[in-house]
Nanobody, 115 residues
Framework: QVQLVESGGGLVQTGGSLKLSCAAS????????MGWYQQAPDKQRELVAT???????NYADSVKGRFTISRDNAQNTVYLQMNSLRPEDTAVYYC?????????WGQGTQVTVSS
C-alpha cells in the first residue's frame, strides 16, 4: 500500500506562483513514475505533468513553460512549481504515483487563481 500526502495549494492572483508538494510513503518500487493531475469543476481529471524515477518529464501543452515538475527520490517526494498562473488553472490538483503495476492517488489540494 502507498500513501500520498499533498500540500501547497491555495488562493493566488493571476500571474502569481504556487508550489505543490507530495510525499509518498509505503511500498514504492525503485522505478516508478510520479505526477500531477488537475480536475476543474464539471470536468474530467487531466494530466498536468509526470516525472519518472530517472528524471524524464512530460507536460500538458497548457502548462509547458509555466509549470515545472521535480522530485526528490531519497524522500519519495514530487513537486510542482506553478508560475504565471491563470484563472483556467483553477482546479483540484491530485498527486499520483505509478508503482508495482498500479496507480495510487492523493486526496487532492485546491488551487484557485483569481482574475
Amino acid at each position: 500500500q502507498v500513501q500520498l500526502v499533498e500540500s501547497g495549494g491555495g488562493l493566488v492572483q493571476t500571474g502569481g506562483s504556487l508550489k505543490l508538494s507530495c510525499a509518498a510513503s509505503g511500498s514504492i518500487f525503485r522505478f516508478n513514475t510520479m505526477g500531477w493531475y488537475q480536475q476543474a469543476p464539471d470536468k474530467q481529471r487531466e494530466l498536468v505533468a509526470t516525472i519518472t524515477s530517472s528524471g524524464s518529464t512530460n507536460y500538458a501543452d497548457s502548462v509547458k513553460g509555466r509549470f515545472t515538475i521535480s522530485r526528490d527520490n531519497a524522500q519519495n517526494t514530487v513537486y510542482l512549481q506553478m508560475n504565471s498562473l491563470r484563472p483556467e488553472d483553477t482546479a483540484v490538483y491530485y498527486c499520483t504515483v505509478y508503482t508495482g503495476g498500479r496507480s495510487y492517488w492523493g486526496q487532492g489540494t485546491q488551487v484557485t487563481v483569481s482574475s
